[in-house]
């Protein structure tokens, strides 16, 4: 990753020690330190798939509103600075420095001590935090990194928060645990008293009965989305194209219609769960107007899911997507389906992914829509698979398999292969949308 100007990213992540245990000690200490104090509303964002993007509907949905709008995520796809934003703008590398030197001696020495080390998670979520009130945000948008309980993001107050869990699948198992039961008790832990909550009724029985529960033992008034029986917010009539995604709700906040540029049957979903954290926001703030709500998710954008980043005539068609787990994997599959019905069985994959995640279940979901697979890696990270990795689980699958260790070389390799008439699908990991994206100025289609 190049060094960035004023803020040397490369040395701020390796000055961080391996985490052997988790707590919320060293958030809580980083906060004091920074003599921070939460004076913004915090809408907190948890789930396996799904929580960049309705992250990102609710920024959009803020700022359109006219509110000051924090917005914590990750990873970053071409730079850190994309992980802290304030109305749209990335923090600069001279408010990242001045905000680390500020923590930096801290950390270094608590890092020295034995017992409970700081991660570099947990120092990027405290000087995000900090950001947040030093621009006096109304509003901070945080999306949590794999769980929820021991995250940094939850020492976040519950005061003036809305809870937000997206769909629930397995990931992160051996942090997290192997069922999904397991894995959404660590994620409904953002829901605290004090608080209301939105939550995905699509994750199924098991989760969603570990999620009423949790909520019902804080007093926490809990909204469910969803397109089955049984939801607070339904969803319907859901029509998926190239250009967008458009789609009705109906229930308890009353009924509209909405239309999104995020592609993929799933965005409604995503979309319906930002609308409806909206509308409960919007029963103690009058500034987040139906019309803000509206606008706010046609306009959202998110980079790196589902993205077209190449449509010409005589070119394939190519696509991005970061999709690196099981469920990630089933929705892309679906759509991809949906949204190019005539193009089955005819895609070029090109794939990276992590050697800790189950790449080969991703590959099995998505190889019966490929004529061709080119393994690839993700230079310079220690995590990223090998493309003979990659290449080995692919063979299951996939008779045409290729390997091109570079990304770049890679994505120019599947495109010869899929010749000017056919279509490209980039995905495996969101580390390997950010090579690629930090390699070419990728234009924007639509």
């Not at 801290?106 to 995000?128: C, Q, V, W, Y």
């Not at 935090?129 to 990194?145: N, W």
């Not at 954290?277 to 139906?290: G, H, M, V």
Request: net charge positive.
């Amino acid at each position: 990753m190049p060094r960035l100007s004023g803020f040397d990213y490369e040395k701020f992540s390796a000055s961080f020690p391996k985490k052997t245990r988790w707590t919320l000690r060293p958030t809580r200490a980083l906060l004091r330190t920074l003599k921070f104090k939460q004076r913004f509303r915090a809408v907190h964002v948890a789930g396996t798939n799904g929580k960049g993007s309705v992250a990102a509907f609710l920024d959009s949905i803020l700022r359109t509103a006219r509110l000051r709008s924090g917005l914590y995520t990750s990873p970053h796809l071409a730079r850190f600075n994309e992980r802290v934003r304030v109305n749209g703008v990335e923090i600069s590398d001279a408010e990242l420095s001045a905000l680390w030197r500020k923590t930096q001696l801290f950390t270094k020495k608590r890092n020295a001590r034995r017992g409970e080390k700081i991660s570099e998670f947990e120092a990027g979520t405290a000087l995000a935090l900090k950001f947040f009130e030093s621009r006096r945000c109304d509003y901070a948008v945080v999306e949590t990194g794999m769980g929820g309980r021991l995250d940094s993001t939850n020492a976040l107050s519950s005061k003036n928060k809305v809870a937000v869990i997206t769909r629930i699948s397995i990931d992160h198992a051996a942090e997290l645990g192997e069922t999904v039961s397991k894995i959404a008790r660590e994620k409904a832990a953002i829901i605290k008293r004090g608080c209301a909550a939105a939550i995905a009724l699509e994750s199924g029985a098991a989760s969603l009965s570990v999620l009423r529960a949790r909520a019902k033992k804080e007093g926490v008034p809990l909204f469910v989305v969803g397109a089955s029986r049984g939801a607070d917010v339904v969803i319907k009539k859901v029509k998926a194209t190239p250009r967008g995604t458009i789609f009705e709700l109906s229930g308890v906040f009353g009924r509209t219609r909405l239309e999104t540029k995020l592609l993929g049957a799933h965005q409604a979903e995503n979309a319906a769960l930002a609308w409806t954290t909206a509308k409960i926001l919007q029963r103690q703030d009058s500034r987040i107007t139906d019309a803000a709500i509206r606008k706010g998710i046609a306009s959202a954008t998110w980079p790196g899911r589902l993205e077209i980043v190449e449509c010409k005539s005589r070119s394939p068609l190519v696509v991005f997507d970061g999709c690196h787990n099981p469920g990630g994997a089933k929705a892309l599959a679906k759509s991809l389906k949906q949204l190019w019905p005539k193009r089955e069985r005819a895609w070029t994959l090109v794939f990276a992914a992590m050697r800790d995640k189950d790449y080969a279940s991703v590959l099995k979901t998505l190889s019966p829509l490929a004529k061709t697979i080119v393994a690839t890696s993700v230079a310079g990270n220690e995590r990223s698979a090998s493309a003979e990795e990659i290449k080995k689980a692919a063979r299951r699958f996939c008779k045409n398999v290729f390997v091109v260790e570079n990304a770049g070389e890679a994505l120019a390799e599947a495109k010869k292969l899929a010749g000017s008439n056919g279509c490209v699908i980039v995905c495996g990991s969101l580390y390997l949308i950010g090579e690629l994206k930090r390699r070419q100025r990728w234009h924007k289609v639509f």
